[in-house]
């Protein structure tokens, strides 16, 4: 070897059986958590195992205060007459800043449970704010619907070439994060607000002027099963569960040198999968989910038994009177109704809303079950998984 070369980094040398044994045992391991504990995990790992992370924990205080709460969530009168003066609106980050996005992103994983993982494809984040003080009440993001769902196919009467050869899955989208801050989540039904404010009518412009489609209707999914936020809300409809048929995702440490490898050892492969367009068989998956369903089968892994076999509520929201004839392609634009509850836009939201979260504040209070505590992950950063658990398990879901 000559000196030039001798400081050169040295690659470490891929044993593939070592490699499937990690792959495995990883997928054991998380195989055997509940669906909480398995989220908060994945929590811990998007703060711990992410390098930006450290660089960016200089705003955690900022950021903090940026979230609203009450003056004083123990004063019933005072803070009755600050959720009636709330004035609930929307702010579309621009997605050409990037600090913007990088603001958005990190407060996102702050107040939230589940990891935040960009979706391919189309993506529209929202902010929810209170006009009044400038606070956030929540943040929420649209995307590139789901190719399959079976019960919301079923409730549209969706076919492959309504989707895919009309283009009518262009026509709807997926509130891929839907979360108010909290305490004003938990002591005031914020979620709720939260997910009726992304039906907004700026929503629906935005997505027209930046893709070119009419936005029809939206999807969501909740974390835990049927029981959700979502029932309940009359601007959302409660369609059932999904299958539970999605597969566990391996910790990034154990993935990644498989991605590497088939870069190198299964080139073909990896270029389609990463290059594929939208076309009559659907637009693309998580290009990771595609990547591990091939590594099942390289590995000789069953599927099956790695299916984590949550079950989530689906949920639709659909903007008009004949939305679903429309997705059937039945009618065009011209013919569109909208439904009159939408059609009232936040004077509806803000009448059905502030009437619930009032009663649902006094009930708290009067049962002495107010949880006053900003729910802020910013304290994850350097705890041990351990330590992670016995604070915020118990918060999972709320």
């Not at 989220?39 to 609203?68: S, V």
């Not at 123990?74 to 980050?93: A, C, F, G, K, R």
């Not at 059905?352 to 994850?380: C, F, G, M, Q, V």
């Amino acid at each position: 070897m000559s000196f030039d070369n001798f400081f050169e980094e040295v690659k470490e040398e891929f044993n593939y059986e070592e490699k499937k044994q990690e792959f495995i045992d990883n997928l054991n391991m998380l195989k055997s958590m509940s669906v909480q504990e398995q989220t908060l995990y994945k929590k811990w790992q998007e703060f711990n195992k992410n390098p930006d992370f450290q660089k960016f924990a200089y705003k955690f205080d900022l950021f903090e205060k940026k979230i609203w709460k009450p003056t004083d969530i123990n004063n019933l009168d005072l803070t009755i007459s600050e959720i009636e003066n709330l004035d609930p609106y929307v702010e579309i980050v621009d997605n050409t800043n990037q600090t913007s996005v990088e603001n958005w992103t990190l407060l996102r994983r702050l107040i939230h449970t589940m990891e935040y993982v960009a979706n391919p494809g189309r993506n529209i984040k929202i902010i929810a704010k209170d006009r009044n003080t400038n606070k956030v009440l929540g943040m929420m993001s649209l995307g590139s619907d789901v190719t399959s769902l079976g019960v919301r196919d079923n409730y549209i009467g969706w076919t492959k070439d309504n989707k895919y050869v009309d283009g009518k899955l262009r026509c709807t989208s997926i509130g891929t994060s839907i979360v108010a801050t909290q305490p004003f989540g938990f002591n005031f039904l914020g979620g709720k607000l939260v997910a009726m404010l992304l039906t907004d009518e700026s929503l629906r412009a935005h997505w027209k002027k930046t893709y070119g489609d009419e936005l029809i209707g939206l999807t969501t999914t909740s974390l835990y099963g049927i029981h959700s936020m979502y029932n309940g809300i009359p601007l959302w409809k409660t369609l059932g569960e999904s299958a539970g048929k999605m597969s566990i995702k391996p910790d990034d440490s154990v993935y990644k040198p498989w991605m590497d490898w088939m870069k190198e050892e299964r080139q073909d492969d990896y270029k389609r999968i990463m290059t594929q367009k939208e076309g009559v068989s659907g637009p693309p998956t998580g290009v990771k989910m595609q990547i591990i369903n091939y590594l099942f089968k390289e590995l000789g892994i069953r599927k099956a038994d790695y299916d984590h076999g949550f079950k989530r509520g689906v949920y639709f929201s659909s903007f008009y009177e004949n939305g679903r004839e429309y997705l059937r392609n039945e009618i065009d634009d011209s013919e569109l109704v909208m439904r009159p509850k939408f059609s009232q836009g936040s004077e509806y939201i803000n009448k059905w809303w502030k009437r619930k979260a009032i009663k649902r504040y006094t009930k708290l209070h009067t049962e002495n079950r107010l949880k006053p505590e900003i729910l802020y992950y910013s304290d994850i950063l350097n705890m041990t998984w351990e330590q992670c658990k016995e604070k915020y398990l118990g918060e999972v879901g709320r």
